[in-house]
C-alpha cells in the first residue's frame, strides 16, 4: 500500500515571501500521479499542481512550482509571492496509474500542512 | 460549468440512527469516489464506483453501504451512527478514458453530525 507523509504539521510565511511544503511518499509502483491540494476555511477541494511520475520535468502553476524527486521519493510544494488566500491546509496527495476503467483511481492524502499567511 | 453536487449540506443525527448522502456527478462522469475526513485528519477513501459497479473499496465500517444507480448519481447509507462518524463527507467524480489522465472533480461536502 502507499503512504503519503507530510512532516510539517505547520508553516507560516510572509505575504510576498516564498515558502515550500514538504512531501515524501512510499510506492512500489514506477507510474503514479501525485498531487497538492488546497483546502481553505470553506473545507472545500482545490486542485492546486499535479505531477506524472514518468515526466522529469516539474510542474508549473502560475506561483505554484513543485520539485519532483522520483528516487528519493519527494515531492514538495514551491509557492512563490504569497498571498492572504494562500492561507490554507495543503494536502499532498498520491493517486496510482489505473490500467483498467474506473479501478485504483482513489486518492492517499498525507495528513496536511496548515498554511498562514501574514500580512 | 456543472460541478459535483452533494446533498444535503449538513446533516446532524442522533446515536443509532440511520442516515443518507447523495452525490450527482458532474454530466458524463461514470465513476463516483466517497471520502471521509474526520475533525483535523486528512480525507480517506471509503469506496467508488465505476459504470454502477463497485471498483473498490477502503475503509468503510459495514454498517455503511452505497450504490450508484443508472442516472450515475450515488447514495451513502450509514446505519446505527455512532459519535465517531461526525465528519465532512466528500463525493469526487471523474470519466474514465482509457489512456488519459481522469482528474477527481471534489463536491462541496456533506457535513454530519452526530449527537
Known amino acids: 500500500a502507499q503512504t503519503v507523509t507530510q512532516s510539517q504539521p505547520e508553516m507560516s510565511v510572509q505575504e510576498a515571501e516564498t515558502v515550500t511544503l514538504s512531501c515524501t511518499y512510499d510506492?512500489?509502483?514506477?507510474?503514479?500521479?501525485l498531487f497538492w491540494y488546497k483546502q481553505p476555511p470553506s473545507r472545500q477541494m482545490i486542485l492546486v499542481i499535479r505531477?506524472?511520475?514518468?515526466?522529469?520535468q516539474n510542474a508549473t502553476e502560475n506561483r505554484f512550482s513543485v520539485n519532483f524527486q522520483k528516487a528519493a521519493k519527494s515531492f514538495s510544494l514551491k509557492i512563490s509571492d504569497s498571498q492572504l488566500g494562500d492561507a490554507a491546509m495543503y494536502f499532498c496527495?498520491?493517486?496510482?496509474?489505473?490500467?483498467?476503467?474506473?479501478?485504483?483511481?482513489?486518492?492517499?492524502f498525507g495528513k496536511g500542512t496548515l498554511l498562514t499567511v501574514n500580512p | 460549468a456543472a460541478g459535483v453536487i452533494q446533498s444535503p449540506r449538513h446533516l446532524i443525527k442522533e446515536k443509532r440512527e440511520t442516515a443518507t448522502l447523495k452525490c450527482y456527478p458532474i454530466?458524463?462522469?461514470?465513476?463516483v469516489y466517497w471520502y471521509q475526513q474526520g475533525p483535523g485528519q486528512d480525507p480517506q477513501f471509503l469506496i467508488s464506483?465505476?459504470?454502477?459497479?463497485?471498483?473498490d473499496k477502503g475503509s468503510i465500517p459495514d454498517r455503511f453501504s452505497a450504490q450508484q444507480f443508472s442516472d450515475y448519481h450515488s447514495e451513502l447509507n450509514m446505519s446505527s451512527l455512532e459519535l465517531g462518524d461526525s465528519a465532512l463527507y466528500f463525493c469526487?467524480?471523474?470519466?474514465?478514458?482509457?489512456?488519459?489522465?481522469?482528474?477527481?472533480?471534489f463536491g462541496p461536502g456533506t457535513r454530519l453530525t452526530v449527537l
Open positions: 469526487a467524480s471523474s470519466r474514465w478514458r482509457e489512456g488519459l489522465y481522469n482528474e477527481q472533480f
Open positions: 510506492t512500489s509502483e514506477s507510474d503514479y500521479y
Open positions: 505531477q506524472e511520475a514518468y515526466k522529469q
Open positions: 496527495a498520491y493517486r496510482s496509474v489505473s490500467r483498467s476503467g474506473g479501478s485504483n483511481y482513489k486518492l492517499t
Open positions: 454530466p458524463r462522469h461514470d465513476t
Open positions: 464506483f465505476y459504470e454502477k459497479m463497485q471498483s
